[in-house]
């Protein structure tokens, strides 16, 4: 049985890297310009799509090490700072919505249920990349993993935006491609739907014990 259940849902969350939008190719794309500009070795795209989805910081921490074998502050920043800048200027490039996106948030949206963007991503960036991909408009609220103090897998994030639009947990529904969204919504009180084509940090999904795996999101509006 779904967990669904729109006639409930006042509130879904949806992360948005590897859930809504494929933005790993631009990123891999990113970070290879970045780290040719500083001088240091690339990386595969392969690589950067088990990297991806815990936030910039993160991301740029991985690379560190499978270069350098360990983290320095310096390099750190070094790296961060170039990589936002290059980012920014080739933010949707190749990025595309998933299949089966854009009908299901038109359905949420059609049966007037508020729906908000938790992801990871610094908010200016998610919002420019929800804004060049046409579907800013069926967000009421972005959460960056720069908006608060704490980013998923805590919950905050999503306590925050059930708090925003007056919800409460058996109305709310989190959407994601990781165990950071399982983690975070198991630690909020919400259910939580993924999709088998995230990220995921190159683990199978499943063996985060989710409650329920779709593979297009608007399967389960069948």
Known sequence: MSLLNLEQRQLILFDLDG????????????MNLTL?????????????????GQGTGKLCDSVLQ??????????HQQLLQKYLEVYEQELCVHSRIFDGVETFLKTCKDGQIEMACVTNKPEHLAKELLQKLGIEHYFGLVVGGDSLPLRKPDPLPLLHSMQVFHCTPPHTLMIGDSKNDIEAARRAGIDCIVVSYGYNHGENIYDSDPQQVVDRLDQLLV
Not at 19 to 30: G, I, K, N, P, Q
Not at 66 to 75: A, D, M, S
């Open 19 to 30: 859930t809504l939008v494929d933005t790993a190719s631009d990123m891999y794309r990113s």
């Open 36 to 52: 040719s500009h500083l001088g240091w070795p690339e990386v595969t795209e392969t690589q950067v799509r088990q990297w991806v």
């Open 66 to 75: 499978f270069l350098f074998g360990q983290i320095e502050p310096e390099k």
